[in-house]
């Protein structure tokens, strides 16, 4: 399985031994991105490939090229595009990791340099475009938090840090719609934090997602959609254990009924949910294992020949929208 972004992330399993995640958690699997947040309520969003930000209006059918850098995000308001810098040695023996801010109309980038630590890493805007929420390697306590800076990179303050996490950290931060806090998890349990630092609802993960058969790492994307009363996580296979077939999907809690399903079609490869309000759909992107399976006993790799699809809230009315080959048309990408 291909996870999203350049860098490896140490997946660990829910209910079986944990071991340090030397990484935060900027991936989740297909190269796809965590869009901040992957709740829209216009027919518009955005996804990365091969670092290449993209931008999709399911109401024009329109793809188009914004933005190539790792690790990148755009503000709702589509003003500004924050990203991650990775700057190290050819060995990694002098490594760090720092957020850019680039204005999309000057096209001028503004390094976040006053940001505290060596590795600071997959920037959110909140709804208002004012803040960002990103994670922090604190190199003290060697866990990872979610912090907190205005877009000039003011203001920086740790939100998670008070909240002990035995299990290396917290991940996958995700901005409430209304922008009171945020969503992520440390494995066990998925935490929704207010601003200032306080847990205002948590989830045992055993519960919003079946762990027995799909493992929750620090790669797997989360948010939180309270007007549907509903939280949408990623869930897959361990593919550091050789789980063939690989299988990631996309599942569905509903916060009133306490109860969870599967949202992506059994025997796809599902990952990258967004939904659009505008159009009362989810889109993620998918492929079919036997596909994969079939690909690769044949040394090839269907992994890159993913096809977006969509589908309503009750995983019914499957869509294709568009191929990967579509991306090759606004961006240079591989083959």
Same mark, same amino acid.
């Given at each position: 399985?291909?996870?999203?972004?350049?860098?490896?992330?140490?997946?660990?399993?829910?209910?079986?031994?944990? &071991?340090?995640?030397?990484?935060?958690?900027?991936?989740?699997?297909?190269?796809?991105?965590?869009?901040?947040?992957?709740?829209?309520?216009?027919?518009?969003?955005?996804?990365?490939? #091969?670092?290449?930000?993209?931008?999709?209006?399911?109401?024009?059918?329109?793809?188009?090229?914004?933005?190539? /850098?790792?690790?990148?995000?755009?503000?709702?308001? #589509?003003?500004?595009?924050?990203?991650?810098?990775?700057?190290?040695?050819?060995?990694?023996?002098?490594? &760090?990791?720092?957020?850019?801010?680039?204005?999309?109309?000057? *096209?001028? !980038? !503004?390094?976040?340099?006053?940001?505290?630590?060596?590795? =600071?890493?997959?920037?959110? @805007?909140?709804? $208002?475009?004012?803040?960002?929420?990103? $994670?922090?390697?604190?190199? &003290?306590?060697?866990?990872? =938090?979610?912090?907190?800076?205005?877009?000039?990179?003011?203001?920086?303050?740790?939100?998670? *840090?008070?909240?002990?996490?035995?299990?290396?950290?917290?991940?996958?931060?995700?901005?409430?719609?209304?922008?009171?806090?945020?969503?992520?998890?440390?494995?066990?349990?998925?935490?929704? @934090? !207010?601003?200032?630092?306080?847990? +205002?609802?948590?989830?045992?993960?055993?519960?919003?997602?079946?762990?027995?058969?799909?493992?929750?790492?620090?790669?797997? /994307?989360?948010?939180?959609?309270? +007007?549907?009363?509903?939280?949408?996580?990623? +869930?897959?296979?361990?593919? #550091?254990?050789?789980?063939?077939?690989?299988?990631?999907?996309?599942?569905?809690?509903?916060?009133?009924?306490?109860?969870?399903?599967?949202?992506?079609?059994?025997?796809?490869?599902?990952?990258?949910?967004?939904?659009?309000?505008?159009?009362?759909? @989810? @889109?993620?992107?998918?492929?079919?294992?036997?596909?994969?399976?079939?690909?690769?006993?044949?040394?090839?790799?269907?992994?890159?020949?993913?096809?977006?699809?969509?589908?309503?809230? $009750?995983?019914?009315?499957?869509?294709?929208?568009?191929?990967? =080959?579509?991306? *090759?048309?606004?961006?240079?990408?591989?083959?």
């Amino acid at each position: 399985m291909k996870l999203f972004l350049l860098i490896s992330i140490v997946t660990i399993a829910v209910g079986c031994s944990k &071991t340090t995640a030397n990484k935060p958690a900027t991936q989740t699997s297909g190269n796809s991105i965590h869009s901040n947040p992957p709740i829209k309520q216009s027919g518009v969003f955005y996804f990365s490939e #091969e670092d290449n930000l993209f931008r999709y209006d399911t109401d024009r059918d329109s793809l188009s090229f914004v933005f190539k /850098g790792y690790d990148a995000s755009v503000s709702p308001d #589509e003003q500004l595009v924050a990203c991650t810098q990775e700057n190290s040695t050819p060995d990694k023996s002098d490594w &760090t990791r720092v957020i850019a801010i680039t204005d999309l109309t000057t *096209k001028k !980038t !503004t390094v976040l340099s006053s940001l505290p630590g060596i590795h =600071n890493v997959q920037p959110q @805007f909140s709804p $208002d475009s004012k803040t960002i929420i990103f $994670d922090h390697y604190d190199s &003290t306590s060697k866990d990872w =938090n979610i912090c907190s800076c205005s877009v000039n990179g003011s203001d920086f303050r740790f939100i998670t *840090k008070g909240h002990n996490s035995t299990i290396y950290g917290y991940y996958m931060q995700s901005w409430l719609a209304d922008g009171s806090g945020f969503i992520c998890h440390n494995l066990d349990t998925a935490f929704e @934090f !207010t601003t200032d630092g306080k847990v +205002a609802l948590s989830y045992a993960m055993k519960d919003i997602a079946p762990v027995d058969e799909y493992d929750v790492s620090s790669g797997s /994307g989360i948010f939180s959609d309270h +007007a549907h009363h509903r939280i949408v996580i990623e +869930a897959g296979s361990d593919e #550091e254990e050789g789980v063939i077939p690989e299988h990631y999907a996309v599942f569905i809690y509903d916060t009133q009924t306490k109860q969870t399903r599967m949202l992506t079609p059994k025997g796809m490869h599902s990952w990258d949910p967004h939904w659009v309000e505008s159009k009362q759909r @989810f @889109f993620f992107r998918g492929y079919q294992t036997t596909e994969m399976m079939e690909a690769e006993q044949m040394g090839g790799d269907i992994r890159i020949n993913w096809t977006m699809y969509s589908v309503k809230a $009750d995983g019914n009315d499957l869509k294709e929208e568009f191929t990967r =080959n579509k991306l *090759k048309k606004v961006a240079l990408i591989s083959q």
